[in-house]
């Protein structure tokens, strides 16, 4: 007959805590969705405004969604239609600064404008290079063979590919690079920027061609796109954001 279990208090102790369920980890939150149109998914499903983003989340939208993010530190994304982005890292350095924020843009347009952290803790990765922040708003397209361009809205960036880098300092300055190729030299945007789609269907929000809130238009406006039609109108700012301590709200289909 086996023995008791209380003549193998150690033993049988130790089966009892190994038939506890241990709960996973809870995602680490680094920021929320501060407006959603039509359909945008992260890594739990369907997202909508309020919705809080992690670190990892991989955020992908269909032909005609777009959605604006804030991060913690008050950095801003937006993520236009037909596009894929995931938060490779996050690092906080404290309060509300981060040491390293790492975006992967895989497909699409996005905007970034630089948030309260140290311009030092900002990269961007692409098919075809990596580009570095310094206190900036810009505009990123990459298309289908993962050819990337970048439109500069204020600040400075360098973006370095395979074969050396560029750095854009003039608003509304333009590189283009491709995978494993050359970075071309920055020049003023215009309609057509040697891509296989316009410079409006390359830079949606720079266009006006897709909504943004109003905190995400970082002024931006060039000469070269000038005439194009806006549909910005009508948004307002989004309200102040907090992050108070409290659970996620659950996400679902919507």
């Known amino acids: 007959m086996a023995a008791p279990c209380v003549s193998s208090a150690l033993i049988c102790g130790g089966i009892a805590l190994a038939a506890i369920a241990v709960p996973a980890l809870a995602a680490e939150k680094v920021g929320e969705a501060v407006d959603i149109t039509v359909?945008?998914?992260?890594?739990?499903?369907?997202?909508?405004?309020?919705?809080?983003?992690?670190?990892?989340?991989?955020?992908?939208?269909?032909?005609?969604?777009t959605?604006?993010?804030?991060?913690?530190?008050?950095?801003?994304?937006?993520?236009?239609?037909?596009?894929?982005?995931v938060i490779d890292s996050y690092v906080f350095a404290g309060g509300d600064?981060?040491?390293?924020?790492?975006?992967g843009a895989t497909k699409g347009t996005l905007r970034w404008i630089s948030g309260k952290s140290d311009h030092s803790a900002y990269k961007i990765t692409t098919p075809s290079g990596t580009l570095g922040v310094r206190g900036t708003a810009f505009d990123i397209y990459v298309g289908a063979n993962g050819v990337t361009?970048?439109?500069?809205?204020?600040?400075?960036a360098q973006f370095c590919g395979a074969s050396g880098c560029q750095t854009l300092q003039r608003h509304c300055d333009f590189i283009v690079a491709k995978p494993g190729g050359a970075v071309t030299k920055p020049r003023g945007i215009v309609r057509q920027i040697g891509l296989p789609v316009s410079s409006s269907d390359a830079f949606p929000f720079?266009?006006?061609?897709?909504?943004?809130p109003r905190s995400f238009r970082a002024g931006s406006s060039c000469a070269g796109l000038s005439g194009l039609p806006s549909f910005n109108n009508g948004f307002g700012a989004p309200p102040e954001i907090h992050f108070p301590n409290l659970p996620d709200k659950p996400r679902g289909d919507r």
């Open 97 to 103: 600064t981060v040491k390293k924020l790492t975006l």
């Open 39 to 65: 359909r945008v998914t992260g890594q739990d499903g369907v997202l909508a405004k309020g919705d809080a983003i992690h670190r990892n989340e991989s955020i992908r939208t269909n032909a005609s969604g």
């Open 149 to 156: 361009a970048v439109t500069l809205l204020s600040g400075a």
């Open 206 to 212: 720079l266009a006006g061609s897709a909504r943004l």
């Open 67 to 85: 959605g604006a993010f804030m991060f913690v530190d008050g950095t801003k994304l937006a993520v236009g239609p037909n596009s894929s982005v």
